[in-house]
């Protein structure tokens, strides 16, 4: 047999080896939703519901069926257009919440006569407080639209911009606001799916909402399919994969370290998650 041959054959399976080392991981946690105490591990802040329907993960905006209802009539579109859907949701949530819907408001109150008042209520988080991540991890799920409208989003890397873990008792109350996770006290990674209209899945990076990847919107292409979605980051690279094909890969110069993780979504958005398997990446 040629030397060279079983030169470059030790070569191949040092280099398969060290690949394999390399992607060595180690479970974290898994949820399969068979029963309602897998629940216990999560918190939701704003206005959304999550609860286990025949093994699944379902995450429910407090006003999706009422938006449902609207635009099932007709009376708003199917676009996420905050100026269709957003005097319903105010009018309901002053109905559910009378003065206190203040704490919805930016710059400014509800009854102010500021007029960059900006109403943000609406939307939820479904955070994970049970285990946070490390610096080199994997975050795996299954994901299914079940209603055709958009935005979906998983956070990561979610940590107080003082060091402190997002749930200390030192941060105020958070109320599902966008402002809040993205312009407030944490830092963290934000990746925005299934937005049929814009056709784009976004990284963002918090605090300052800084664009950082557009890539292609692929689970929004056939609305109704169930998609395996991974978010890996490794040292400053976070890739992004849909049924084992990455979708992109982005090295962040500044990366963002361990942190919280979970799950996001707007008033119109009605979705369908399982599987959910977190790993910690070995020898990156």
């Not at 099932?72 to 002053?94: F, L, R």
């Not at 500021?114 to 049970?130: E, P, V």
């Not at 402002?179 to 814009?198: A, H």
């Not at 500044?254 to 993780?261: I, R």
């Amino acid at each position: 047999m040629s030397k060279v041959f079983i030169a470059v054959s030790l070569i191949l399976l040092s280099h398969l080896g060290f690949t394999q080392s390399a992607n060595k991981k180690i479970l974290i946690c898994s949820y399969e939703f068979n029963n309602n105490k897998e629940l216990k591990d999560w918190k939701i802040e704003g206005e959304g519901r999550a609860f286990i329907r025949n093994g699944k993960l379902i995450l429910e905006p407090s006003h999706f069926q009422m938006l449902k209802k609207l635009m099932d009539e007709g009376k708003i579109s199917k676009k996420n257009e905050v100026a269709e859907y957003q005097p319903y949701v105010i009018a309901a949530m002053k109905k559910k919440y009378g003065k206190d819907i203040s704490r919805y408001y930016v710059n400014g109150k509800a009854d102010s006569a500021m007029k960059d008042a900006q109403f943000l209520g609406g939307s939820f988080n479904f955070w994970n407080t049970r285990f946070p991540t490390g610096t080199d991890f994997s975050i795996a799920f299954d994901f299914k639209c079940l209603y055709p409208t958009p935005l979906h989003m998983i956070m990561f890397s979610a940590m107080g911009t003082n060091g402190k873990g997002i749930f200390d008792k030192t941060f105020p109350e958070r109320y599902g606001l966008s402002s809040e996770i993205m312009t407030g006290q944490l830092n963290n990674y934000r990746l925005s799916f299934f937005e049929p209209e814009r056709k784009t899945a976004n990284l963002r990076k918090a605090p300052g909402r800084k664009l950082l990847y557009e890539a292609e919107d692929v689970v929004s292409k056939d609305p109704y399919k169930t998609y395996h979605c991974e978010i890996k980051k490794i040292a400053g690279t976070i890739s992004y994969l849909v049924d084992g094909k990455v979708i992109f890969a982005y090295t962040d110069s500044q990366p963002l370290g361990a942190g919280y993780w979970g799950f996001r979504l707007m008033p119109c958005a009605l979705g369908e998650y399982d599987h959910i398997k977190v790993y910690k990446i070995l020898n990156p």
